[in-house]
DNA sequence: ATTGAAGACCTCATACTACA
DNA sequence: TGTAGTATGAGGTCTTCAAT
């Protein structure tokens, strides 16, 4: 797709947003005050505007904006800010430059020569040091995310060149498929320069929006189902690993993915009662060390949490099964359900929703249901703040779009049918809670009627 | 198989330096 | 002058290894 000029007319309304903030950003960051941190932004949007990528950008009349050129300098600064942002723009929603463009010509009279086969050639090359046979259909996907990356780096700079570059990428590129990549084998399976490597690689993150916010917590999620699977331990105990994983993220986040993975292995492992594979064992194979899950569970959920009492894993069982009950079946939990559920007249129903039934009742029927209009709905209709989370299933996986229209159906019907939905926040009553076994059948109950109404 | 002490290693923030 | 690269140090995390 060639775009030669490109107005803020072909942007989506959410592009323009993002190309505002992106420009306001800049404003901040340079410390611009007052009128001028404004006026700079104003400034950047109505010549983006005018000239969009149709750019010489001498011919950006800056200097008139601000009062006859009194201000020269913060002039010229906007020029480059303008020049470097619209490119980190461009690169980052892959939309090809006129100067881009321009070069992909050239190159393109040179086939063999061209960026794509040597990055193609060094792709192959590497998986096969890497043994990982089975990436070469992801190779376009990765030359992609590394074209986005190189095109942000400035010609004539050490990184730049595909060779020291590209194993950077790859790094970055299967820690993000979610890959186990210990940095260090791999520096010495590539047979790279250590050092060079990760001084790259610190400033390719940084390059790397999509790294930076990758969801650690749902890679994390995958290899427990992995590992879970393979160990051909029941879906009890996943569910409860995700469970686990998700209540205590904010306590082990910091750790690396693997360390993770075997102390969210030993906390289900306790809590479930289950006796092998051993700790040790499950470390091993994922190649960490035991202590570190210790570590893990005596630091970041003992300490932290202000727990006294841990001496050692094994003396500690009874603790950490308190810690893990405490923490994971009160949060999700509303409330419990209340009589009556409807009266004899079918019209005034009234339901008291505990989320965590719901949610697995949700999962169980393959409903997708989005917790945001939930909360909506319940803000709006009682003022009360609910504590619930569920955009993905419990492993993590997106479910599709044209689900969600169930949702919608759901709430649509139980208004209509006459239900009120009644939730309290479990912050403010905590001693309230109590797990309500039967909100599957007062579910069941409300499914067969909007099955009946099919509203 | 499990644990804990000691020290290696890593990460992050910050300051400094070299270079275009 | 701006920026990439490097140095430094503090604090957190992980591994090694000896002991049980």
Same mark, same amino acid.
């Given at each position: 797709?060639?775009?030669?000029?490109?107005?803020?007319?072909?942007?989506?309304?959410?592009?323009?947003?993002?190309?505002?903030?992106?420009?306001?950003?800049?404003?901040?960051?340079?410390?611009?005050?007052?009128?001028?941190?404004?006026?700079?932004?104003?400034?950047?949007?109505?010549?983006?505007?005018?000239?969009?990528?149709? =750019?010489?950008?001498?011919?950006?009349?800056?200097?008139?904006?601000?009062?006859?050129?009194?201000?020269?300098?913060?002039?010229?600064?906007?020029?480059?800010?303008?020049?470097?942002?619209? +490119?980190?723009?461009?690169?980052? +929603?892959? =939309?090809?430059?006129?100067?881009?463009?321009?070069?992909?010509?050239?190159?393109?009279?040179?086939?063999?020569?061209?960026?794509?086969?040597?990055?193609?050639?060094?792709?192959?090359?590497?998986?096969?040091?890497?043994?990982?046979?089975?990436?070469?259909?992801?190779?376009?996907?990765?030359? =992609?995310?590394?074209?986005?990356?190189?095109?942000?780096?400035?010609?004539?700079?050490?990184?730049?060149?595909?060779?020291?570059?590209?194993?950077?990428?790859?790094?970055?590129?299967?820690?993000?498929?979610?890959?186990?990549?210990?940095?260090?084998?791999?520096?010495?399976?590539?047979?790279?320069?250590?050092?060079?490597?990760?001084?790259?690689?610190?400033?390719?993150?940084?390059?790397?929006?999509?790294?930076?916010?990758?969801?650690?917590?749902?890679?994390?999620?995958?290899?427990?189902?992995?590992?879970?699977?393979?160990?051909?331990?029941?879906?009890?105990?996943?569910?409860?690993?995700?469970?686990?994983? %998700?209540?205590?993220?904010?306590?082990?986040?910091?750790?690396?993915?693997?360390?993770?993975?075997? %102390?969210?292995?030993?906390?289900?492992?306790?809590?479930?009662?289950?006796?092998?594979?051993?700790?040790?064992?499950?470390?091993?194979?994922?190649?960490?060390?035991?202590?570190?899950?210790?570590?893990?569970?005596?630091?970041?959920?003992?300490?932290?949490?202000?727990?006294?009492?841990?001496?050692?894993?094994?003396?500690?069982?009874?603790?950490?099964?308190?810690?893990?009950?405490?923490?994971?079946?009160?949060?999700?939990?509303?409330?419990?359900?209340?009589?009556?559920?409807?009266?004899?007249?079918?019209?005034?129903?009234?339901?008291?929703?505990?989320? %965590?039934?719901?949610?697995?009742?949700?999962?169980?029927?393959?409903?997708?249901?989005?917790?945001?209009?939930?909360?909506?709905?319940?803000?709006? +209709?009682?003022?009360?703040?609910?504590?619930?989370?569920?955009?993905?299933?419990?492993?993590?996986?997106?479910?599709?779009?044209?689900?969600?229209?169930?949702?919608?159906?759901?709430?649509?019907?139980?208004?209509?049918?006459?239900?009120?939905?009644?939730?309290?926040?479990?912050?403010?009553?905590?001693?309230?809670?109590?797990?309500?076994?039967?909100?599957?059948?007062?579910?069941?109950?409300?499914?067969?009627?909007?099955?009946?109404?099919?509203?």
């Amino acid at each position: 797709m060639k775009i030669k000029t490109l107005m803020n007319e072909d942007l989506n309304k959410q592009l323009q947003e993002e190309f505002k903030n992106l420009i306001f950003n800049y404003v901040s960051v340079k410390n611009f005050k007052g009128r001028h941190k404004t006026n700079i932004a104003c400034a950047l949007l109505k010549f983006g505007k005018i000239i969009g990528w149709n =750019i010489n950008f001498n011919k950006i009349d800056i200097e008139n904006y601000f009062a006859s050129g009194e201000n020269k300098e913060l002039a010229e600064a906007t020029r480059k800010a303008y020049r470097s942002y619209i +490119h980190q723009f461009a690169n980052s +929603h892959g =939309i090809e430059t006129p100067q881009q463009s321009r070069k992909k010509t050239k190159t393109s009279r040179h086939p063999k020569d061209n960026l794509m086969n040597k990055f193609n050639k060094n792709y192959k090359k590497t998986l096969i040091l890497l043994n990982l046979h089975e990436l070469t259909k992801d190779m376009k996907e990765c030359f =992609i995310f590394f074209n986005n990356i190189r095109n942000q780096i400035p010609k004539g700079t050490k990184y730049r060149p595909i060779e020291k570059l590209l194993p950077i990428i790859m790094y970055i590129f299967l820690k993000m498929k979610g890959f186990n990549i210990n940095l260090n084998n791999y520096i010495k399976q590539l047979d790279i320069n250590k050092e060079s490597f990760k001084t790259g690689l610190k400033a390719m993150i940084k390059q790397s929006s999509k790294y930076q916010i990758r969801d650690r917590k749902k890679l994390v999620a995958k290899k427990l189902y992995l590992l879970i699977t393979k160990l051909g331990l029941d879906d009890a105990f996943l569910k409860r690993a995700i469970n686990i994983l %998700t209540c205590f993220w904010e306590n082990l986040k910091t750790t690396t993915e693997d360390v993770l993975l075997c %102390t969210i292995y030993t906390l289900t492992k306790i809590d479930l009662e289950i006796k092998s594979p051993s700790v040790s064992q499950i470390c091993t194979t994922t190649g960490i060390r035991q202590s570190a899950v210790i570590y893990q569970i005596k630091n970041n959920i003992f300490k932290r949490n202000g727990i006294p009492g841990f001496k050692c894993i094994k003396n500690s069982i009874g603790l950490i099964k308190k810690i893990i009950q405490a923490k994971c079946d009160k949060l999700p939990v509303i409330n419990s359900l209340e009589k009556p559920i409807h009266n004899n007249n079918n019209t005034n129903y009234k339901v008291y929703l505990d989320s %965590t039934s719901f949610t697995s009742f949700i999962e169980r029927e393959k409903l997708y249901l989005d917790y945001e209009q939930l909360i909506d709905y319940i803000k709006g +209709h009682f003022g009360n703040e609910v504590k619930v989370n569920l955009h993905t299933n419990a492993y993590g996986i997106e479910m599709p779009v044209d689900i969600l229209n169930i949702q919608k159906k759901l709430f649509n019907a139980l208004k209509q049918l006459g239900y009120t939905i009644f939730t309290d926040n479990i912050v403010n009553n905590p001693d309230n809670i109590t797990v309500a076994n039967s909100t599957t059948s007062l579910m069941n109950n409300i499914i067969r009627d909007i099955s009946k109404y099919d509203g």
